[in-house]
C-alpha cells in the first residue's frame, strides 16, 4: 500500500512508543516507524510485553502493528525513507562538565542530529519531541545546514505534554498541542504539515502554533508551574503538621477559588518521574546562564522543597518509630512515581527506601507493576530487600506499613487481615493519603498522614 506520508520517530521510549501508535490509530494514511539504538527495546515494542506499562497502550498497539506502525533497528535506512522525522529522544541531566547537576545532556540529541544529516538523501522536516533547553532548535539547524549538496532541513518544535499513567487519553485528549516553528515561509510550510497531522483528531482551536524559542521554552515552563503547585502544597502541609490544620481541607478550599484550580494540589511525598526535576534544574541553568540568578534561585526552590517533603517523612517515620529503626521491618506499598505506572525513575520511593535501610531496616516492596525495576534501581542494595507483589504477604510480619505510590488498589485493602498479620504496635505511614485513617486506627494502627494530624496512641516520640 502507497501512504499519504512516512513518519520516522527516533527513540522508542515512553514518548516515542505511545505517541507515534497514537499517531499511527489516527491516521491510517500514514505509515509510522519507530527506531531506537537500543535493539532490546525494538523487540519489546514488537513481542506481547511491551517496554512501558500504559493503560489502553496494548489495544492501540494491536490494532496498528504491522499495519501502519512498525518498530525497526535500521535506523539509517529509515532515516533515508521518512521524510518526518520526529526526535523523541532521552535528554536527561549532565553528570559531568559544565553546568554537571543541572545543565540537560544533549548528547543523545545531536548524534541523531548527526545521524539525520549522514543518511538523509532528500529534505525532511525533524521534529524535537524532546523536551530541550531554548535555543536547541538553533543547534540542531547549524548541524544540519551542513548537509552538502540541495537537501534542506525544517526543524520544529512539537512539545510532548501526555503524563505517564494517562499517556493514551493524553494523547487522544490532548488540552493543547503546540507547535512552533520558524517564521519563514519554509518554516511556515512545515509546520501546516504538522498541524494536518494532528487536525485528523485534535479540535483545531486546541492546535497552536508560536516562534520556535517560545514553543522550546513553553515545555520547560508548564513543568515547572505543575511542579511548583505540588511543592506549594506540600509547603503547607509540613505548617499543617504543626498547627492542626487539615491539608485536604485546605487544598480543596483554595482550590475551589477558580483562578487557582483544583488540579495538582495533592499533597504528598514529593514529585518523582524522568522530568520534573530534571527540566525545573534545567531551567535554572538556563536562568543561572543568562545571569537572572533570583529568576534561578527561586525556581530552584521548587526543588528544595520536594527533597524537604522526602526528608520529612522518612524522620517522621524514624521518630514515631521510637527513635530506631534497625532490625524492624518495613513494608513499602508502591515503588513507582505515580500510580498506573511501572516506571520509577526519580520515584521518591527510591530516596526513602536508601534512607530506611541507611536506618537499618528490613525492607519488603510491594508494587503491582514496578518490581522489576524497584530491584535495578536497588541492585546494590541485593540482599537487604525483598520484593512482593501480594500486598498481604509483603505486609505480614512488618512493623509498619509506608504507601508511597496511590495504586487505586492501597485504597481498598482489607486492613484488618493486614493488621492481624503484622507485629504490634503496628504503623501506617500513609504518604499519598489515601486511605481512611480512622478506620485504620480504630483497627488498632497508629497512623500517620501527610499534612493532617497523627492517629497514633502514642505521645510525639520525634524530639526524644
Ligand atoms: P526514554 O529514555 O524512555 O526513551 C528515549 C529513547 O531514545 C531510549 O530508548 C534510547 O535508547 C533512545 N535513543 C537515545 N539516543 C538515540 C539515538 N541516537 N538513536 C536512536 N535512539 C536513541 O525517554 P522518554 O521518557 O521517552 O523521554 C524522551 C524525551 O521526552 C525526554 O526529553 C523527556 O524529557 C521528554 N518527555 C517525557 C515524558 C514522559 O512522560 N516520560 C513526557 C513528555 C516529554
Ligand atoms: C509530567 C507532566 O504532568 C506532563 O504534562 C509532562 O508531559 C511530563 O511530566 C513530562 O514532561 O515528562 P508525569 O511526570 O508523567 O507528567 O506525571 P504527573 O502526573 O505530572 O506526576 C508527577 C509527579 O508529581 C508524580 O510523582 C505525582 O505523584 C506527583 N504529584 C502530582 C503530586 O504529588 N501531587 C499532585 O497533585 C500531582
Redesign the pocket.
Known sequence: MKFKKNILCIGAG??GGPSMAMIAYKCPDCRVTVVDINPARIDAWNSAELPVYEPGLDEIIKKTRSKNLFFAKDIENQIKENDIIFVSVNTPTKTFGAGAGKAADLQFLEKTARQILEHSQSPKIVIEKS?LPVKTALAMERILASAKGKITFEVLSN?????????MA?LEKPDRVLIGSRETQSGLKARAELVDIYARWVPAEKIITSNIWSSELS?LV??AF??Q??SS??SISALCEKTDADISEVARAVGMDSRVGS??????????????KK?ILNLVYLCSYYGLQEVADYWESVVKINEYQQDRFTANILGSMFNTLAGKKICILGFS???D?G?TR???AIYITRKLLAEHAQVVISDPKALKNAAIDLASDKGKISYIEDPYSAASGCHALAIL??WELYRKLDFQKIYKSMVKPAFIFDG?NIIDHKKCFDIGFNVYPIGKPALSRFEDQSSV
Not at 159 to 166: C, H, I, K, L, S
Open positions: 515512553y514518548v523536551t512539545p510532548e505534554f501526555m503524563a505517564e499513567g494517562t499517556a493524553d515545555k508548564a513543568n505543575l511542579a503547585r505540588v502544597i506540600n488540579k495538582f494540589l495533592k499533597e504528598g511525598i514529593g514529585f518523582g518521574g524522568s522530568c520534573f527540566d512515581f505515580k500510580a505506572t516506571d526519580e520515584s521518591p505510590t496511590d499519598r
